[in-house]
């Protein structure tokens, strides 16, 4: 004879959902209920949906709500994560004298490749401490 099935209780179903919107991973969640990952995932796979769904719909909507109120990090974090907004690493800026070109991937790689083909020329003392920042027309700072 074979084991006796699995049944959820309320108070696992209140629980995986807690764990997820704390962030534990489907692993932590199933070793807490002292279950494997795969009965995790089949009894339980209303509950991870719906949690984490709801967990990215609230962090998404404080992070919009922030960048709409003018945090500047959360506009570039949201431009990065949801526009494909990108940025030069520290090596080209370096290479660049200091400049570091902002834009949308296709933008920027196009910068970079008209930048690579011209020397640049050797950078003034303002240029080495404070960075310029090309950014499309609508995003420069006043």
């Known amino acids: 004879m074979g084991r006796p099935a699995y049944k959820a209780t309320d108070k696992q179903r209140a629980e995986v959902v807690l764990r997820v919107t704390r962030g534990e991973t489907h ?10 990952k ?8 209303p509950e ?11 962090i998404g909507g404080t992070l919009a709500a922030k960048a ?6 959360s506009c570039i974090f949201w431009l990065k994560c949801k526009a494909g907004f990108r940025e030069k690493g520290s090596e080209y ?14 933008d920027v790689d196009a910068a970079a490749t008209q930048q690579a083909k011209t020397k640049p ?18 995003m420069r700072p006043n």
Do not use: C, M
Not at 121 to 138: L, N
């Open 121 to 138: 020329s050797k950078p003034t003392e303002q240029q080495q401490t404070e960075p310029v920042v090309d950014a499309p027309v609508g």
């Open 93 to 106: 800026s370096q290479q660049q004298g200091g400049r570091v070109t902002y834009g949308w991937s296709d």
């Open 48 to 58: 991870l949906v719906d949690a984490g769904r709801r967990l990215n719909q609230l």
């Open 68 to 73: 709409l109120s003018g945090d500047v990090t």
């Open 27 to 36: 692993q932590q969640i199933s070793e807490s209920l002292n279950i494997d």
């Open 38 to 45: 795969h009965t995790l995932h089949k009894y339980f796979k």
